[in-house]
Each structure stands twice: as structure tokens, then as C-alpha cells.
């Protein structure tokens, strides 16, 4: 599978998690993978659990950059397509043009237009500003 193709899975993923978590279902994020990858690798598992276990921080930095609204507001895909570039961005090596890339192009196939431009600020925003050195 491609890293593209593992990105959007990560996605959904985590926005499992967020279903899971507002029912206050108990998951396994073992499970969710091998349910979705029969192999999962170490950069979708990176990214699932970098993003679960960092989600307070990512939150954080995601509602500084977003002008007048809150990522919980947002949809719960949106919080995940946010969530994962945000972890990227900021844990990963990936070239920050592929983090909101790959971001840009999950928020055109699941959400509106409208969000993908916030999304597109916030990112350039965080990296801008919390990224580059």
C-alpha cells in the first residue's frame, strides 16, 4: 500500500476512536488496524498511535491555529484528517508540502470546501510557526 493510502486508513481509524469514545465503547487499537490492514506496518501504526497518545496536544495546537472555532466542533473526520497531519508535521520527517497535501486532498473527498481552506491555514499556520526551524 502506498503511504496515501495508509494516511486515509490511519484517518479512519482514529475517527473510529472518536465514534468509540463519545459511546464510551472500549476498543482496541490493535484490532482497529487488523481490521482494516491484515499487515499493518510501522508508519500506519505510527501514526494511529502517535495521534492517540498525543490527541491532548494535537487538540491543543490544532484550536490555537483555528480562528474562531474549536476542532471539536469540526467533524469527527476532520479531527482526524487534522489530528494525523498535525502528528505528521510535527513527529514525523515527512516534507510538511506532503502533510497538508495528503490532508488537503482527505478534507476534499470528506468534508467541504469551506473546511478544507481552514485546513489549509491552520497547517500552513502550525508549520510555519511550530514546525521550521
Not at 490511519?10 to 482496541?28: L, S
Not at 488537503?104 to 491555514?121: Q, R
Request: charged fraction near 35%.
Amino acid at each position: 500500500m502506498t503511504r496515501t493510502e495508509l494516511r486515509e486508513i490511519a484517518c479512519k481509524i482514529i475517527y473510529e476512536t472518536y465514534i468509540f469514545e463519545n459511546a464510551k465503547v472500549d476498543y482496541d487499537i490493535n484490532y482497529l488496524l487488523k481490521d482494516e490492514i491484515e499487515e499493518p506496518d510501522d508508519f500506519i501504526i505510527e501514526l494511529v498511535e502517535g495521534v492517540k497518545s498525543n490527541q491532548k496536544e494535537l487538540s491543543t495546537l490544532a484550536n490555537k491555529y483555528l480562528l474562531n472555532w474549536e476542532i471539536d466542533r469540526l467533524s469527527k473526520m476532520d479531527k482526524a484528517i487534522i489530528s494525523v497531519a498535525i502528528y505528521e508535521l510535527k513527529y514525523t520527517k515527512t516534507a510538511y508540502k506532503i502533510v497538508i497535501d495528503e490532508a488537503l486532498n482527505l478534507s476534499h473527498k470528506y468534508s467541504d470546501e469551506s473546511v478544507t481552506k481552514m485546513i489549509n491555514a491552520m497547517l500552513d499556520g502550525i508549520y510555519k510557526n511550530e514546525c521550521e526551524k
